[in-house]
C-alpha cells in the first residue's frame, strides 16, 4: 500500500511484468486523490488479504475515518484480481441482508472483517478440504449499530457470510 496525501492507496501488481494498477478507486468508489475527500475525513485505511488457495481472490477491509470517530467500516471482495469489487453479504436464514447505498455510512447492514494485528490475512481461514469453505470473526453493523465481533462460516468463497451454529 502506498499513502498519498492523508490516504493510503492500494496497488496489485504481478512479478511477471511489474505492471502494478491501483485498485483503490474500485474499493471506495472515488478518487482517493480527489481534494474534495481531504475536507470531508482525516484517514482512509486499508487491510488486504490475499487467498492464496483459490486464484484471484482478493478480500479488503477498509476504515474511514473523521478525527477519531470512524464512519465506515467495510470489506469488500473482488474475484478478478481486484478489477471489480463487490461488498461481503451477511446471510440470514431468510436471505441476504441488503445493502441500501444512501451515502456514504448509511446502510441497511454491512459486514466488516476486522484485520488481526493490523493483517487481514490472519482473520480469514479457509478449510483445508475445500477452500471455497472460510471462516472469520465478524462484525455485523446493522443501521449504523455495531455488534461484537462473532465467528461467520462463508461456503461460496467468501461472498457471504453465515452465524456458527
Given at each position: 500500500m502506498g499513502k498519498y496525501n492523508k490516504f493510503a492507496s492500494v496497488w496489485f501488481g504481478e512479478l511477471n511484468d511489474l505492471v502494478?494498477?491501483?485498485?483503490?478507486?474500485?474499493?471506495?468508489?472515488?478518487?482517493?486523490?480527489?481534494?474534495?475527500?481531504?475536507?470531508?475525513f482525516d484517514q482512509i485505511q486499508f487491510y488486504v488479504a490475499l487467498?492464496?488457495?483459490?486464484?484471484?481472490?482478493?478480500?479488503?477491509?477498509?476504515?474511514?475515518?473523521?478525527?477519531?470517530?470512524?464512519?465506515?467500516?467495510?470489506?469488500?471482495?473482488?474475484y478478478n484480481y481486484g478489477n471489480t469489487f463487490l461488498p461481503v453479504k451477511y446471510k440470514t436464514e431468510n436471505g441476504m441482508c441488503e445493502i441500501v447505498k444512501y451515502c456514504l455510512n448509511q446502510h441497511e447492514c454491512e459486514l466488516f472483517i476486522p484485520p488481526n494485528k493490523n493483517r487481514l490475512a490472519t482473520s480469514i481461514k479457509t478449510a483445508k478440504n475445500n477452500p471455497l469453505v472460510m471462516v472469520a470473526k465478524c462484525i455485523l453493523i446493522k443501521h449504523g449499530n455495531e455488534s461484537l465481533p462473532r465467528s461467520m462460516i462463508s461456503t461460496d468463497g467468501g461472498y457471504s457470510w453465515g452465524q456458527v451454529h
Open positions: 502494478f494498477s491501483k485498485i483503490s478507486t474500485h474499493i471506495v468508489g472515488v478518487a482517493l486523490d480527489d481534494h474534495v475527500l481531504w475536507d470531508l487467498i492464496d488457495r483459490l486464484t484471484g481472490i482478493i478480500f479488503v477491509s477498509y476504515t474511514i475515518a473523521n478525527g477519531h470517530e470512524e464512519l465506515k467500516k467495510h470489506t469488500v471482495i473482488s
